[in-house]
């Protein structure tokens, strides 16, 4: 994984900052998965890359801001149940201008009224 000396290239950098800051490994185990040594890398690449570890009340606000952000499965079949819906609210208007259409065109060819002419009957 090494270029040039003692020197890792930066997406190897990157990749091992934030596995450390996505997960619950330590500096200690994830020098000893990958192989290098150096008391203070992730760290310094940390900086390089204008990362921080979240401090215990940012992670818990993040764990509370997920819960709160997490539909329950009633809102989640609500949405599947509105999205059925509005497909076939899109059918129907489709099909209803399709025979407004057929009984324009049979009015024209045949030249007859088919449609029913609002107002009362005298």
């Known amino acids: 994984m090494r270029t040039n000396g003692n ?3 930066d997406d190897f950098k990157l990749q091992v900052v934030q596995e450390y800051l996505s997960s619950d490994i ?5 020098k000893r998965k990958y192989n290098f040594g150096g008391n203070n ?3 310094n690449w940390m900086r390089k890359f204008g990362l921080s570890k979240p401090s215990e009340d940012q992670k818990e606000l993040h764990r509370f801001m997920e819960k709160e952000i997490q539909k329950s499965s009633l809102e989640q079949s609500l949405e599947l149940r509105i999205k059925k819906l509005e497909e076939e609210l899109k059918r ?8 407004s ?3 324009d065109i049979a009015e024209r060819e045949l030249k007859v009224d088919i449609r029913k002419k ?4 005298r």
């Open 7 to 9: 020197r890792f290239p």
């Open 26 to 30: 330590s500096q200690l185990e994830l």
């Open 41 to 43: 890398n992730i760290n």
């Open 92 to 99: 129907e208007q489709f099909r209803t201008k399709a025979l």
């Open 101 to 103: 259409t057929m009984i």
């Open 118 to 121: 609002s107002g009362a009957k």
